[in-house]
């Protein structure tokens, strides 16, 4: 099971471009809305998600964690106790993390990017504590995996089902997208 995380403000493309390619590589993937059921993105486009924040229980198992960025999405994200709960447990865990845009710092103050590669949206590298940043589109460093912004949407999705399925699934999936 894979958690998708979106709080009022998050970006949309960075959160449904990953969504519809886990579903098409048939990766079980819930959204899960922190400000309500139905979660409005930065640019006032409005999700129904498939939970409430609520609604999931910790102990259930996950296999990954995804938050996308955005403003204030990102600050939302980081003020639920229960995204902070998920990020704790798999971090414990060794499960995969995954953060784009913004909500990379959401990891960094936390202090999960320590002695890890990672990259974000330009400004916000300060956040990134203990991180060694990275100039890229997308960087994996073992189970964390971190995207710079939208334009990298489609990369990361990438990477998320290469980390999850393999390379054959994520070629396959690649090409299934004339990317």
Known sequence: ????????????????????????????????GVTGKIVNGSHNIPVTCDVQENEININDGFDMIILPGGLPGSDNLHASKVVDAFIK????????????????YVLGVRGILKGKKATCYPGFEDKLEGAIYQNAGVVRDGKIITGRAMGSATDFALEIIEALLGKDMREKIKASIIY
């Open 1 to 32: 099971m894979v958690y998708l995380f979106l709080a009022d403000g998050f970006e949309e493309i960075e959160a449904l471009c990953v969504l519809d390619l886990l579903r098409r590589a048939k990766v079980e993937t819930k959204t899960v």
């Open 89 to 104: 447990k798999a971090y414990e865990a060794d499960k995969f993390i995954c953060a784009i845009c913004a909500a990379p």
